[in-house]
């Protein structure tokens, strides 16, 4: 596993962000000590975080949220990661870019067009990352998990490499990876960034700082590689039912991505699922999803999820992306790679 640190002035620190809070929580104590060591620092936040209802609701004291009460508790979030940004700082200088997509829709720019991945390679291939700090593939939230997804995908596109270093917030501790070593002035000073963010902790203090205080701890990822066959296996629990779930399937080489959905039947029957011109055959069973690759198509990797659709209750995943190593260019071998994944 690649050493976390020594940071050195060589080095340029770039934190992806789902949401505004998210850079402090994930990566307060890392951003302070890459500062320290001479780094340039970037945030990069994907979206305001204007998709917040309840607090919103809370602390205005209204029921309504249309579009322009989202947009104005969006520049409130900004703002507010402004101050927490200038507090871990100290007299230091973090640069920072927003890119204002839709809170709660990365799974949809994800999989609807290239876009938002074009976008995100363009901001690699100009900032020229050493250190990418990314959500972690596991993390619960739909925008953590659809963000790392595109973080992958332009990394595919991109000359340059870079230590990829993954956060996971909302679902638990994690396990392995690189702990930052424990240090008690950059912790009361990611504490104090924390307090900036009074939208979030309205209603959210004791979780959100009880957050701010584990140990950040980081996973060293690994570049998307290709295998000939692989599974993913699913909790049984998971694996009752289909219903109400679109299977979304990406696949990628350096240069294309193929983007498919297609609502999962209720029983155990074949569906298709067609982009691009290119058509899959999948079958629906009780434990798997398992869909054919045609041999025109070449894809380095691939991931899937079952997406829950429709309104939520609950913004979190009860499954997340999953990566699927998917037969490529194996001709003496059947073309299929067996997709697994939890119920969304």
């Excluded at 940004?85 to 007299?91: F, G, K, N, R």
């Excluded at 009752?240 to 990628?252: G, Q």
């Excluded at 899959?280 to 659709?309: G, M």
Aim: hydrophobic fraction near 45%.
């Amino acid at each position: 596993m690649p050493a976390l640190l020594p940071l050195s002035a060589q080095d340029r620190l770039l934190v992806v962000a789902p949401h505004p809070d998210d850079e402090t929580l994930a990566a307060g104590e890392l951003i302070q000590a890459a500062l320290a060591a001479g780094a340039v620092v970037r945030v990069l936040y994907a979206t305001d975080g204007d998709n917040n209802p309840w607090p919103q609701r809370w602390l205005e004291k209204r029921w309504r949220i249309d579009a322009s009460a989202r947009e104005r508790w969006g520049r409130r979030r900004r703002e507010e990661a402004a101050a927490a940004l200038v507090e871990l700082a100290a007299d230091r200088t973090v640069e920072v870019r927003h890119l204002g997509w839709p809170d709660q829709g990365l799974t949809d720019a994800l999989v609807g067009d290239d876009a938002a991945v074009a976008r995100l390679h363009a901001e690699l291939d100009a900032f020229a990352p050493t250190h990418l700090v990314m959500p972690s593939l596991a993390d619960r939230h739909p925008d953590h998990s659809a963000l790392h997804v595109m973080l992958e995908l332009a990394l595919l596109r991109c000359a340059r490499s870079c230590q990829r270093l993954g956060y996971l917030i909302h679902a638990g501790d994690g396990t392995g990876g690189v702990v930052l070593p424990s240090d008690p002035a950059r912790s009361a000073r990611k504490r104090a960034a924390m307090e900036a963010y009074a939208s979030q902790l309205s209603l959210s203090r004791s979780r959100l700082l009880a957050l701010a205080t584990r140990p950040e701890r980081f996973a060293a990822l690994d570049a998307p590689s290709a295998r000939e066959h692989a599974s993913l296996e699913i909790p049984r629990e998971q694996a009752a039912t289909w219903r109400s779930h679109d299977l979304l399937l990406v696949l990628a080489n350096g240069e294309r991505t193929w983007r498919f959905r297609a609502r999962v039947p209720r029983r155990a029957l074949a569906f298709t699922l067609k982009a691009d011109g290119c058509v899959l055959h999948a079958i629906a069973r009780r434990d798997a999803i398992e869909v054919a690759l045609p041999s025109p198509l070449r894809a380095s990797a691939a991931w899937a999820k079952l997406h829950r659709s429709g309104a939520r209750i609950v913004v979190f995943d009860r499954a997340t992306w999953r990566r699927v190593d998917a037969a490529i260019d194996v001709p003496a071998l059947p073309r299929q790679a067996r997709v697994a994944t939890g119920l969304g």
